[in-house]
């Protein structure tokens, strides 16, 4: 098994990336500057700005200083949070040189002492003076209780004298006075305790809720224009964005705009870390099996050959099996396993866990863990048909769970399954696995199963995979679902925990206001497969479990979810096709129409459509029937 915070992903050419970030930040003509690094989640942001922090920390005269942007998630003013933790890390760095900190022990006072003149005077706007001077009976009743929860909370820090000194002294005029004297004085800072660069590293800012993403950039543009200083900020670029136009819808411009210019004013220059491709991943996958494996001075070698391994050839893979072995003699009957299930997965994990190095380690984890339960009871499993059924629970959740289902009918050997690699290995263009109506001849003598798994041949990732090594359908897999037991379709906590542009999309789309919504289907036609999975997953789940009014609800989001991603329509047929019919919102079959009409998922829809015309429930039945007139009528 291997930990989160353990990982050989700093060997595969990211080495490029930190040195382009510390050649930025060493660079005087470009300070003051903000740097982004940005990538999707598990891209290996983190380890880039962790080795970038090494890398600056050999140079002399410099402070850098490493913070986590979800310290500030919970604080009420996240700006001022971060700017008093700034100055208080440097307190701390000042005092390792007594003469040093002597010198301006009395100016950093000044500093944070101008910090909480901000954090009260911002309380008092927030939440209205006269809380904050103890007369609530003052203020806007719809104020009084959260501000009576913050006075009482400044009260433990500042004295109550202290506290109306500040607000007094809290008029737009003098906060803006005070602003510029912090850059004025902050300089002088530096100067007096010869800080040639201070560097700020702020990683996991899009974990952040959007006001604390804002108030946290707003901090940094406090810093831009103090010379000497340099920020690099870690975060999906997505999720800021989207942060921006959530707190400034009134700019001029489109939205995208918004939230685009913002963030280029702000961030200077852009770094991005790409996901891993094929080869990539391979080498990925074999030094985490080498790591697992050999000891630690063989792995120090294998790592020291990777390190310098150079090729002009993006597609080259680092450390393939065949130089693994090279170092490993004579061979490890474990080491070989896992060099055996790379080069049977790696192409597929690739694209399916979107070249997400964390992803691709949890799904090695949650391999070997099942392994080691299957053993535990006594279970002949095999790890290549283990692997391939793993990436389905992965990557299509909704076609796992039907297989599990139509396998727990049939003794482990589904028909569907059968007839679906049939049509998938029969044909180049085994989407279309009817002509005419009538299934083809290669899919399968059962017409019946090549109708019911319509939708997985219509998904492009799923055909693939059937197609894929080794076939399952002479394979008895109630051992291989069994070992899921109640997990089915959540692949352990991997599948559970979304990432955070994921989770920000899945918060917007149920949100009951229409302009976050619109916000929610914007962002989602922006994420990857994996993310878009998951969010696909998180709603449907909600969905079986709603009934009238939320149903209409959740199944309308649903619906335009796909909408804006029409590779979800396989997996929606299939959702709606496993719904109770009573469940079904009387809405759903009309703008269901709209999405399959002219699709190769029509045919499917339509056999859907026939079944709600014939159901008990007599909306259903009434707007089935509308919208199959609306589906067959000529145009």
């Known amino acids: 098994m291997w930990s989160d915070n353990e990982s050989p992903i700093d060997l595969l050419r990211f080495n490029y990336l930190v040195l382009a970030v510390a050649r930025l930040v060493r660079d005087p003509g470009l300070r003051p500057v903000t740097i982004g690094v940005y990538g999707d989640w598990g891209s290996g942001k983190s380890t880039v700005m962790q080795l970038a922090q090494k890398e600056l920390e050999r140079d002399k005269a410099t402070i850098v200083l490493a913070f986590n942007g979800w310290l500030f998630k919970d604080f009420e003013d996240a700006k001022t949070a971060l700017m008093g933790t700034i100055l208080d890390a440097l307190q701390v760095e000042l005092k390792k040189n007594e003469t040093v900190y002597e ?46 929860e913050v006075a009482m909370d400044l009260a433990k820090e500042f004295d109550p004298g202290d506290i109306r000194s500040i607000v007094k002294e809290a008029t737009p005029r003098e906060i803006r006075r005070d602003i510029r004297e912090f850059r004025a004085e902050f300089t ?16 996991d800012l899009d974990r952040c809720l959007p006001d604390t993403i804002i108030e946290t950039l707003e901090a940094i543009k406090l810093f831009l224009f103090v010379p000497r200083t340099a920020f690099v900020v ?22 995208t705009e918004v939230g685009r210019d913002y963030l280029e004013k702000l961030v200077q220059i852009p770094v991005r870390v790409p996901p891993l491709g094929g080869s990539d991943v391979e080498s990925y996958m074999n030094l985490l099996f080498a790591q697992k494996h050999v000891d630690e001075d063989r792995f120090q070698k294998i790592c020291a050959d990777v390190a310098a391994f150079r090729s002009t050839d993006t597609t080259a893979v680092a450390f393939s099996a065949a130089k693994c ?34 992803r691709t380690k949890r799904f090695l984890n949650a391999l070997v863990l099942r392994m080691d339960m299957a053993a535990d009871r006594g279970l002949t499993v095999q790890r290549k048909v283990l692997a391939k059924l793993m990436l389905l629970e992965y990557i299509k959740p909704i076609f796992f769970r039907q297989l599990a289902r139509l396998q727990a009918e049939q003794e482990g050997k589904p028909t569907e399954l059968a007839a679906a690699e049939a049509a998938a290995r029969g044909r180049a263009d085994a989407g279309d696995v009817e002509t005419k109506g009538k299934p083809q001849p290669t899919a399968t003598k059962d017409a019946h199963a090549v ?53 920000q999309t899945l918060t917007w789309l149920l949100d009951e206001g229409e302009p976050t919504q619109e916000q929610g289907l914007k962002l989602a036609s922006t994420v990857n497969a994996a993310d878009i999975t998951s969010v696909f997953d998180a709603l449907t789940q909600r969905v079986r479990g ?25 997996q929606l047929v299939a959702v709606l096709g496993e719904l109770p019919e009573p469940r079904i919102a009387a809405a759903t079959p009309i703008t269901f129409v709209g ?5 190769r998922m029509e045919t499917s829809g339509k056999a859907l459509l026939e079944r709600w015309m014939k159901s008990g429930t007599v909306k259903l039945t009434v707007a089935a029937k509308q919208a199959f007139e609306r589906l067959t009528q000529k145009a």
């Open 451 to 503: 109708s019911e798994v319509q939708p997985w041949l219509a998904d492009t990732w799923m055909r693939a995979w059937l197609a894929s090594e080794p076939a399952l359908s002479e394979t008895d897999l109630r051992s291989y679902f069994y070992i899921a037991h109640d997990d089915v379709g959540r692949f352990d906590a991997a599948r559970a925990q979304l990432s955070p542009v994921a989770r």
């Open 325 to 358: 072995r090279e170092h490993v003699q004579p061979p490890l009957a474990a080491l070989e396993e896992g060099l055996d299930l790379t080069s049977q997965t790696a192409s597929v994990l690739a694209p399916g866990l979107s070249g997400s190095p964390r």
């Open 546 to 570: 709603a009934e009238g009014e939320e149903a209409r609800v959740l199944q309308a989001v649903l619906l335009k979810l796909v909408e804006h991603r029409k590779d979800l329509l396989p």
């Open 595 to 599: 999405l399959i009409r002219g699709d």
């Open 234 to 255: 870690g975060a999906d670029e997505r999720l800021i964005q989207y942060a921006v136009r959530k707190n400034f819808p009134e700019l001029p411009g489109t939205e």
């Open 188 to 203: 002088k800072l530096l100067d007096e305790a010869e800080i040639e660069k201070l560097v700020v590293l702020i990683d």
């Open 103 to 148: 010198k301006v022990k009395g100016r950093l006072a000044g500093l944070l002492r101008r910090v909480d003149v901000l954090h009260v005077a911002g309380m008092a706007i927030r939440y209205g003076a006269p809380l904050l001077l103890g007369m609530p009976q003052l203020a806007f009743a719809s104020a009084a209780k959260d501000g009576a």
